[in-house]
T-cell receptor, first 117, second 113 residues
């Protein structure tokens, strides 16, 4: 089956630093990748959608200058949390959509837990 | 407004028992409905997917039903196991030319020994 990986799985950083999270589709080409954020006991909230080679589309209320998304290839997207603050501490999950499978099928990564001190 | 509501919010059952989780949606236009299992600290994993014309789908001990007329779905878990403890998320896909997912808030299931 389609596999999506994320790296790192855990990251702890000081306030003010930038953190980069990678999302890779391991056995398929992902034309579109999605980034979600999930707070404790809440459901996933879509942050942005990125298509390979073009700028990401951000959801309302998500700061594009703070959450930089790059989707430079069909198998890799990165999310950079710039100047992270404690309120950015969350569980970040990416998903990838290819061209096969039922319409709209997204394959989710295992998530990256970010803790900003 | 496109929404997906799940009930109960949380549930505790004894190992070996059955349970049913509910999902009501007001998403339009409807494309398909998925149930995901999300273990703590992990990404969601797909259990079932149903389109408009399908009213039941099974995956091992998991059986999902869909009533497109009443816009309701259920996920039935039989002979629960400790490893079934997780959050179960109902996700409805909107067919707007660009598929967009609408997530439910999930049901947290705890299977107790």
């Amino acid at each position: 089956g389609a596999v999506v990986s994320q790296h790192p799985s855990w990251v702890i950083c000081k306030s003010g630093t930038s953190v980069k999270i990678e999302c890779r589709s391991l056995d398929f080409q992902a034309t579109t990748m999605f980034w979600y954020r999930q707070f404790p006991k809440q459901s996933l909230m879509l942050m942005a959608t990125s298509n390979e080679g073009s700028k990401a589309t951000y959801e309302q209320g998500v700061e594009k200058d703070k959450f930089l998304i790059n989707h430079a290839s069909l198998t890799l997207s990165t999310l950079t949390v710039t100047s992270a603050h404690p309120e950015d501490s969350s569980f970040y999950i990416c998903s990838a959509r290819g061209t096969s499978g039922p319409v709209g099928t997204q394959y989710f990564g295992p998530g990256t837990r970010l803790l900003v001190l | 407004k496109n929404q997906v509501e799940q009930s109960p919010q949380s549930l505790i059952i004894l190992e070996g028992k059955n349970c049913t989780l509910q999902c009501n949606y007001t998403v339009s236009p409807f494309s398909n409905l998925r149930w995901y299992k999300q273990d703590t600290g992990r990404g969601p994993v797909s259990l079932t997917i149903m389109t408009f014309s399908e009213n039941t789908k099974s995956n091992g001990r998991y059986t999902a039903t869909l009533d497109a007329d009443t816009k309701q779905s259920s996920l039935h878990i039989t002979a629960s196991q400790l490893s079934d403890s997780a959050s179960y998320i109902c996700v409805v896909s909107r067919d707007t030319g660009f598929q967009k997912l609408v997530f439910g808030t999930g049901t947290r299931l705890l299977v107790s020994p």
